[in-house]
């Protein structure tokens, strides 16, 4: 059932999505990370996943979707180097191009934490605080169950191309899909309270 509102909030920061509500469960964040043929970005997306600075455990999932480039490669490496922390899926053979959604019927069910997000291999986190800022603003608005952001796109260079405003106010599932080129789906980190469920977060992070 989708819940009547969500409290959209625009804060510095990605979009979180609630999964258990107040239940305590480790790690509090997982990360998803969806990628196919990155290798030119996949390394600098790990660097900012690996490199936030949080006080609670967090873990971060990426699947790769049968790569033809060397994206395995690279994953494998930090894989390898950060064992505790990244817990990677390879697939051997292309599933979005048999019409599966990857957040939602493959990682989606391997994951227990409390709090979703969502970068894709060709996107990255610009603050070491991202998580972090996320969390704390979720944890002390039980009322706000998603948050979003703006974004900066950048060329291959670094170099800003154009600034993307987040939205503010009050939305429900529906809303937030119409809208989804505002919201910036490639770089939300989403939360889900009791009222939505897993799969429900998962099919708008995809969508």
């Known amino acids: 059932m989708i819940a009547e509102k969500i409290h959209l909030v625009f804060i510095d920061s990605l979009i979180f999505i609630k999964i258990k509500g107040d239940e305590l469960v480790q790690p509090e964040v997982t990360l998803i990370c969806s990628t196919y043929n990155h290798e030119k970005y996949i390394a600098q997306a790990i660097e900012s996943f690996v490199n936030q600075k949080t006080t609670f455990k967090y873990e971060v999932v990426i699947h790769d979707d049968c790569s033809t480039d060397k994206t395995v490669d690279i994953i494998k ?3 390898e180097k950060y064992p505790n922390l990244i817990r990677p899926i390879y697939e051997e053979e292309n599933q979005y191009s048999k019409g599966k959604k990857i957040s939602l019927e493959i990682v989606s069910p391997t994951i227990q934490s409390k709090y979703m997000c969502f970068c894709e291999g060709d996107d990255y986190l610009v603050s070491e605080e991202k998580l972090q800022k996320q969390y704390d603003y979720m944890e002390s608005h039980p009322e706000c169950t998603l948050c979003s952001h703006s974004i ?17 106010g009050d939305y429900n599932i529906v809303d937030i899909l119409d809208e989804k080129e505002y919201i910036l789906i490639l770089t939300i980190i989403v939360a889900i309270t009791n009222d939505i469920d897993r799969a429900q977060a998962s099919a708008a992070a995809s969508s």
């Open 77 to 79: 490496r930090y894989a």
């Open 152 to 168: 900066k796109n950048v060329d291959i260079y670094g170099n800003d191309v154009s600034v993307r405003v987040g939205l503010e």
